[in-house]
């Protein structure tokens, strides 16, 4: 099992920027990458960006690219997704989500929510016009 705890959301004026944190703990060692979602009021929850646990693969969701930047620290068991120039419709709650290898390509999963095996509680950030 994996645990997964976020933090770092809050409330920021457009333009500025938030750094949020997802420390993991447990079986870590087993995981094969970790992703951010988010889900906004009253739409489903979409994928913002992801990375491999090696560092080696990232992913970003067009909305968000040149913006937002994720990052891994291993010895934490850490990754951070840096958000930086935040927009209103950035406004939601963010998920970090973690999962085990799947034997194909992540390049065909990474962006599918339900491949990911472990999710976090979630942090609301807002981004106020």
């Known amino acids: 099992q994996v645990q997964l705890v976020e933090s770092g959301g809050g409330l920021v004026q457009a333009g500025g920027s938030l750094r949020l944190s997802c420390a993991a703990s447990g079986r870590t060692f087993s995981l094969y990458a970790m992703g951010w979602f988010r889900q906004a009021p009253g739409k489903e929850r979409e994928f913002v960006a992801a990375?491999?646990?090696?560092?080696?693969?990232?992913y970003y969701a067009d909305s968000v690219k040149g913006r937002f930047t994720i990052s891994r620290d291993i010895a934490k068991n850490t990754v951070y997704l840096q958000m930086n120039s935040l927009k209103p419709e950035d406004t939601a709650v963010y998920y970090c989500?973690?999962?085990?290898?799947?034997?194909?390509?992540?390049?065909?999963?990474?962006?599918?929510?339900?491949?990911?095996?472990?999710w976090g509680q979630g942090t609301q950030v807002t981004v106020s016009s």
């Open positions: 990375i491999s646990w090696s560092g080696g693969s990232l």
């Open positions: 989500a973690a999962a085990h290898p799947r034997g194909r390509s992540w390049r065909s999963w990474y962006a599918i929510q339900g491949e990911y095996d472990y």
